[in-house]
T-cell receptor
Framework: DAGVIQSPRHEVTEMGQEVTLRCKPI?????LFWYRQTMMRGLELLIY????????DSGMPEDRFSAKMPNASFSTLKIQPSEPRDSAVYFC?????????????FGPGTRLTVL | DQQVKQNSPSLSVQEGRISILNCDYT??????FLWYKKYPAEGPTFLIS?????DKNEDGRFTVFLNKSAKHLSLHIVPSQPGDSAVYFC?????????????FGKGTHLIIQP
């Protein structure tokens, strides 16, 4: 049974370049979340979708960040242009929307390094 | 301003003894609390949860206690095993967790000594 799939696992890029992170949620899950982990701020929510619709993007740090969910099985997080302070581990998570009190299942993360 | 706080960055416990990890929160709207375990280079893994209508939830060696009046929860691991060595995150949600984002503490690194 496949869990949340993220690609790439590691990304090294230069400042100013566009970066696209990808996520495939667990089949049947209706909610998808993007988190970022840094030493300074810990794990913080960037944006989440319910039934492919963005619900809360207040955690997105700047307009350089954007996220899409074109269908129930795919989401992207894009940074354009990237900056060194964007270096972090980015996690995608999914959960069931129906009912309440459902845990979120996390992918393995993408470690982004911006030089 | 941190709404979920784990004040102990690390905790060392002998194998076989009880591990107690603590978590405090400030937002009274939180109604669902979770503990996640994380190994290096992996994503957080769900461990156990509790809703605000309960004060205790148990699953095998893991028990979570919730004290709403003190806005405090704790995770007890009995007995502690070497495989429990990991970073533990406390998380909270205001809408039941499934349809809402989680607010995380900064984690406690648990080290189980043989």
């Amino acid at each position: 049974d496949a869990g949340v799939i993220q690609s790439p696992r590691h990304e090294v890029t230069e400042m100013g370049q566009e970066v696209t992170l990808r996520c495939k949620p667990i089949s049947g899950h209706n909610s998808l979340f993007w988190y970022r982990q840094t030493m300074m701020r810990g794990l913080e929510l960037l944006i989440y979708f319910n039934n492919n619709v963005p619900i809360d993007d207040s955690g997105m740090p700047e307009d350089r960040f954007s996220a899409k969910m074109p269908n129930a099985s795919f989401s992207t997080l894009k940074i354009q242009p990237s900056e060194p302070r964007d270096s972090a581990v980015y996690f995608c998570a999914s959960s069931l929307l129906a009912g309440s009190y459902n845990e979120q299942f996390f992918g393995p993360g993408t470690r982004l390094t911006v030089l | 301003d941190q709404q979920v706080k784990q004040n102990s960055p690390s905790l060392s416990v002998q194998e076989g003894r009880i591990s107690i990890l603590n978590c405090d929160y400030t937002n009274s709207m939180f109604d669902y609390f979770l503990w996640y375990k994380k190994y290096p280079a992996e994503g957080p893994t769900f461990l156990i949860s509790i809703s605000s209508i309960k004060d205790k939830n148990e699953d095998g060696r893991f028990t979570v206690f919730l004290n709403k009046s003190a806005k405090h929860l704790s995770l007890h691991i009995v007995p502690s095993q070497p495989g429990d060595s990991a970073v533990y995150f406390c998380a909270a949600s205001a809408q039941g967790g499934g349809a809402d984002g989680l607010t995380f503490g900064k984690g406690t690194h648990l080290i189980i000594q043989p």
